[in-house]
């Protein structure tokens, strides 16, 4: 029999971004919030001080910060004929846990999305016609619009201490920054990251193509920067130690830097680790929660009554966390009913490697998670489609994340893959190659979705989350158009003697990394035909039950999500304070 604690007004899943910003603000609203978070609590002081944090094999190989694949894991599969299998180590991406989670791990490249991101259905039908979208995809519609979310991108913004040259101030372009950027309200908080020399030289070439390169946002502080939680952040240093890696020096954004250290002194505001959520228990007619189950750090059943509950895990374990609670309808896609787990996509990544002479010394080891150079040219739809057969787009870039020595051994095709050939491979390359990387939009299709998987189970017994996943044609056509721009670039570069394109190709592989920028399964919509909730990220269903983070994407953009996570975390939250606290019912009807 599970233990019963006191109840509490507000219960979150999740202490990432989304569950700590909710929390704060919920706290801060007079509403009583237990913060539940499966991991262990971790602070940038002591677990992230070096010199052990520079710990290549315990973060980047054995994955301190990731989902530990032993207890729970995912199920792989490409399509419905085929048997889904676990993914024992991660390579697909990185999922998150412990305090913070992805928030400590991510790299920072930060971006907001297009406005034709949320209108892509109907933007692209309107200008190209509709069948520029093939018959398997199954994009749609926000139900808002990148300009009522545009003031809580700006409140993201100046919480994370963004870095960046604004491009579109309130519709008057700005010199330097992205000529292609939605408009803002106001600058970056802090100026731009450094350019190092592999980006510089991508930006140079671009521009000769008359192509127009900027610096990449990122959520890395430039300088001292006091946010609008009173919270000081610090100048980034470039020592490469990022992705992966939690950021010794209070430069990078995360929620135990950003937001955590204010709520946590709220009375109001409890953070319990080590309790993982087993499921939302549902009144005997499933049209309210009643609270949460989770498992103590003891392995005690612990039972959480609330009034609202939110969920603010990992994006895709949202909607996992749906299915076992038995909150709105599973997708079936032979039959084309249901919504939970439907219109689930990755991102269709690419990339060009480059080698150089060796007079030009790259470097690689000096950078950080969101230093770069990149071109929005071929992102959303600032480039006509029409002529192309797709829709979506991407951006090309040289980022500088890390030379790390385990991970960072770039060879041209063709060298030996072992032994001291390889060894002297490694020697002549290490310091004289770079990649353009190229991020890519995903479109949705009928075949691609999440469930429960029927045979494997996690270790408290509970069947694991399934992904049934890929490339459709559309992704391919763009990812092969977008390569070629890349390798054109690279080929323009100076000192580069040989580019290695490589498009995106069929099948998708769970066995090599892409990115961590997983979404859907939980789309946001105007209906509940399409949709698991409505526009301000309450379910259909069971109304004070609320969903955040990258499962509400309807389709995935080809920008970072994490910007558009936070906007419309503030989105929600505000409307709950606004409406739902006074009036607790659906929010709309």
Not at 380 to 403: K, R
Request: hydrophobic share 35%; aromatic share 12%; net charge neutral.
């Amino acid at each position: 029999m599970a233990k019963t604690m006191p109840a509490v007004d507000v219960a979150i899943i999740g202490a990432g971004w989304t569950g700590s910003i909710i929390g704060k603000e919920l706290a801060a609203a007079g509403q009583r919030v237990v913060v539940l978070e499966r991991g262990e609590p971790r602070w940038p002081s002591p677990d992230f001080q070096g010199p052990n944090v520079h710990d290549e094999l315990k973060y980047t190989r054995r994955h301190a910060l990731h989902q530990n694949t032993a207890s729970e894991t995912f199920t792989f599969r490409n399509h419905d004929g085929q048997t889904a299998l676990p993914m024992r180590r991660w390579q697909f991406a990185y999922p998150g846990t412990h305090l913070g989670g992805a928030g400590n791990h991510w790299s920072g490249a930060y971006y907001r999305f297009d406005p034709t991101d949320f209108n892509m259905r109907s933007h692209y039908t309107e200008r190209y016609g509709a069948r520029i979208f093939d018959k398997d995809l199954t994009c749609q519609d926000w139900p808002l619009s990148y300009d009522e979310l545009e003031p809580y991108f700006d409140r993201f913004d100046y919480l994370i201490g963004a870095s960046g040259q604004a491009g579109n101030i309130k519709g008057q372009k700005q010199e330097g920054g992205n000529p292609f950027e939605p408009w803002r309200s106001r600058p970056y908080p802090n100026p731009p990251m450094k350019v190092p020399y592999a980006p510089a030289l991508f930006g140079e070439a671009a521009r000769s193509l008359g192509y127009h390169p900027y610096v990449q946002p990122s959520a890395l502080c430039t300088r001292p920067y006091v946010n609008t939680e009173g919270l000081q952040m610090s100048a980034c240093v470039y020592c490469g130690f990022c992705s992966n890696f939690g950021c010794e020096h209070y430069a990078k954004a995360s929620p135990q830097v950003c937001v955590l250290p204010v709520a946590l002194k709220m009375p109001n505001f409890e953070l319990r680790t080590g309790a993982h959520v087993l499921r939302v228990e549902l009144t005997q007619d499933k049209k309210r929660a009643r609270g949460v189950t989770y498992v103590d750090g003891a392995g005690t059943e612990v039972f959480q009554p609330a009034e609202v509950v939110v969920l603010c895990a990992f994006g895709i374990n949202n909607v996992r966390l749906l299915l076992l609670s038995g909150i709105g309808e599973p997708y079936d896609p032979q039959r084309d009913t249901g919504v939970v787990g439907r219109n689930y996509t990755h991102q269709t990544t690419s990339g060009v490697n480059l080698f150089f002479d060796e007079s030009f010394n790259i470097n690689p080891f000096m950078g950080a998670g969101a230093v770069a150079v990149t071109m929005d040219d071929f992102s959303a739809d600032n480039f006509d489609h029409g002529p192309l057969g797709f829709v979506g787009g991407g951006y090309l870039q040289i980022q500088v994340v890390s030379g790390a020595p385990i991970g960072y051994h770039p060879v041209p095709k063709g060298s030996a893959a072992w032994g001291s050939a390889w060894k002297q491979a490694v020697k002549r390359y290490y310091n004289h190659s770079a990649s353009i990387t190229i991020t890519g939009s995903a479109q949705p299709t009928r075949g691609s979705y999440l469930s429960l998987d029927p045979t494997y189970r996690d270790a408290w017994g509970l069947p694991l989350l399934r992904v049934t996943y890929d490339l459709p044609d559309n992704d391919i056509r763009m990812s092969a158009f977008l390569t070629e721009r890349g390798d054109e670039i690279g080929r323009a570069m100076k000192g580069v003697q040989r580019t290695e394109p490589g498009p995106r190709k069929r099948p998708f592989t769970a066995a090599a990394y892409q990115s961590t920028h997983l979404t859907g399964g939980a789309a946001m919509g105007a209906e509940p035909r399409t949709s698991v909730v409505n526009r301000y990220g309450q379910t259909w269903d069971v109304p004070n039950v609320f969903v955040t983070g990258a499962a509400l994407f309807p389709q995935n953009s080809g920008y970072n999500p994490t910007g558009t996570v936070g906007a419309t975390t503030y989105w929600i939250v505000e409307k709950i304070k606004s409406d739902y606290l006074k009036s607790p019912g659906p929010l709309v009807t």
